[in-house]
């Protein structure tokens, strides 16, 4: 967090914090969304609880933003009464690990909205890597794993990247990010 100003440090931790609070809500309607559609079916539901990672960096636009930021949702997540307790935690380790490897992909130069899709992918892939070793592959039947790995490719490059891109040019526009990266830069993350 070398080169982080104050107010980036703290627009981070409350956007993650926020986010936290709405993964925890979010995370109250898996189970009975897993009645309504299944388990797998369920999974639509997946790029709500990546959105701080492309959020936070595509404002902040520095190194370890997403990563930090998606750890930090995920502890709130788990502090505030996440039925998925630890493994919430843990899982957004590997998410926001996804999340940030995309930025790190670029060098941190770009922040528009098929990169913040991108990254919504990289984390997809951080929470099928956990699902993995955390259940072992004899959990999965092949069927299983491609359509929840499916779903959550598609739901994290959705609802976690493009829904993050349409905050971010939405907050541009109004003009309060004006003292942030994606603010200074006067163009859309479109």
Request: a positive charge.
């Amino acid at each position: 967090m070398q080169n982080w100003k104050m107010k980036e440090i703290m627009v981070m931790m409350m956007l993650a914090v926020a986010c936290g609070v709405i993964y925890l809500g979010w995370s109250t309607l898996w189970l009975p969304m897993s009645a309504i559609f299944g388990p797998v079916g369920a999974n639509w539901m997946f790029g709500i609880w990546i959105i701080a990672s492309p959020l936070v960096a595509a404002i902040i636009q520095k190194p370890g933003a997403a990563l930090i930021a998606e750890i930090v949702a995920a502890a709130v997540e788990l502090f505030t009464g996440s039925h998925f307790g630890l493994s919430a935690l843990l899982i957004g380790v590997c998410q926001g690990l996804g999340a940030e490897l995309v930025f790190a992909m670029t060098r941190y130069r770009r922040y528009d909205t098929w990169t913040l899709m991108l990254s919504g992918v990289g984390a997809a892939i951080g929470s099928i890597v956990y699902s993995l070793i955390a259940n072992g592959f004899g959990y999965y039947t092949t069927t299983t794993l491609l359509a929840t790995t499916g779903l959550q490719l598609i739901s994290g490059a959705l609802l976690g990247g493009l829904l993050a891109a349409i905050l971010v040019r939405r907050l541009v526009a109004t003009g309060v990010l004006n003292g942030f990266a994606a603010g200074r830069a006067k163009r859309e993350v479109a």
